[in-house]
């Protein structure tokens, strides 16, 4: 079993493959949040000049990606920091607490175009 897992490179990543790992998701990341408002331009773009119905999916992908990205940054960061007495980074509760009500807005918006526009789930 040892040797099937070998094959696959199924072991813990050093400091170097991290970094590695960590820019290949990053630059991943980048691209994906840029098509999704590029994305988002065209079909605002399409609905002014076309008169088409509005697609809100990929405004509604971008917004859950960036507010699920500073969700998980904050609720890190104050991990991070939690035990740490000295660290001025302690009191994210409160855009914590803003980032989570963002999401229960996002989800409000999301519901409510989908009800508006027809949708059938």
Sequence with gaps: MRSFWKKLRSHKPDEMERSILFRAQR????????????WSLYESWAVHVHHTRLNLLPCLLLV??????????????????????????????????LLTCGAACLAAVAVAAAVLLGARV
């Design 64 to 97: 859950s990606a960036v507010m699920i990205q500073a969700l998980t940054q904050a609720l890190l960061t104050r991990r991070a920091v939690q035990d740490d007495e000295d660290s001025c980074e302690t009191g994210p509760m409160a855009r914590l607490v």
């Design 27 to 38: 630059n991943a990341y980048l691209f994906l949040a840029a098509a999704l408002f590029l």
